[in-house]
């Protein structure tokens, strides 16, 4: 198994975002297949229904059922995360502006911005593969907000070591 390196960042300012890195014993080319076909996107992101199309201006809405319980400020966790594809480069990175999270019960939390970039090279043990770097953006002010971020933090942990437990088989 790959030596994973997993990094949670805040700002230096009191602005929450994400910033997640690790390292997959994978292609950058599959790993980039990964977030956009529908049956990887279910194995390692749980996702059960989606539409992604990997081009400009293309859709990235994804859905994950409903949990059965509740956050106690966000209500149940599952719902849509949906944007648009604004800048993409197959293999190596993608853009998802406008988008938002449609949690099941309650608001959207948006407007706010997904950035996945995809970096070819050796790992620890000099073995090939691809550093993976999730940062998410958008922010306002509120407790449904910065609890949005502890949540996702830990999701996005355990999305990818499901991932790399997936591509590194």
């Not at 049956?39 to 992101?45: M, R």
């Not at 050796?122 to 691809?130: E, V």
């Given at each position: 198994m790959a030596l994973a390196a997993i990094k949670l960042m805040a700002?230096?300012?009191?602005?929450?975002?994400?910033?997640?890195?690790?390292?997959?014993?994978a292609p950058a080319g599959l790993v980039f297949k990964a977030f956009f076909e529908?049956?990887?996107?279910?194995?390692?992101?749980q996702v059960v229904r989606s539409v992604?199309?990997?081009?400009?201006?293309?859709?990235?809405?994804?859905?994950?059922?409903?949990?059965?319980?509740r956050d106690e400020i966000l209500g149940r966790l599952g719902g849509t995360f949906r944007g648009?594809?604004?800048?993409?480069?197959?293999?190596?990175?993608?853009f998802v502006g406008d988008a938002y999270w449609l949690p099941p019960?309650?608001?959207?939390?948006?407007?706010?911005?997904?950035?996945?970039?995809?970096?070819e090279g050796?790992?620890?043990?000099?073995?090939?593969?691809?550093l993976i770097r999730v940062m998410q953006r958008g922010y306002e002010d509120s407790a449904r907000w910065r609890r949005y971020y502890d949540v996702v933090a830990?999701?996005?942990e355990r999305a990818l070591s499901s991932l790399r437990m997936l591509l590194e088989k």
């Open positions: 700002r230096a300012s009191a602005t929450p975002c994400l910033d997640v890195s690790m390292f997959i014993e529908p049956h990887a996107l279910g194995a390692w992101w992604t199309t990997p081009r400009v201006l293309g859709p990235y809405a994804i859905e994950w059922a409903p949990t059965e319980f648009t594809v604004l800048q993409i480069e197959p293999g190596v990175s993608f019960d309650g608001e959207p939390i948006g407007p706010m911005a997904l950035d996945v970039a995809l970096t050796s790992g620890s043990h000099g073995r090939s593969g691809t830990v999701g996005w």
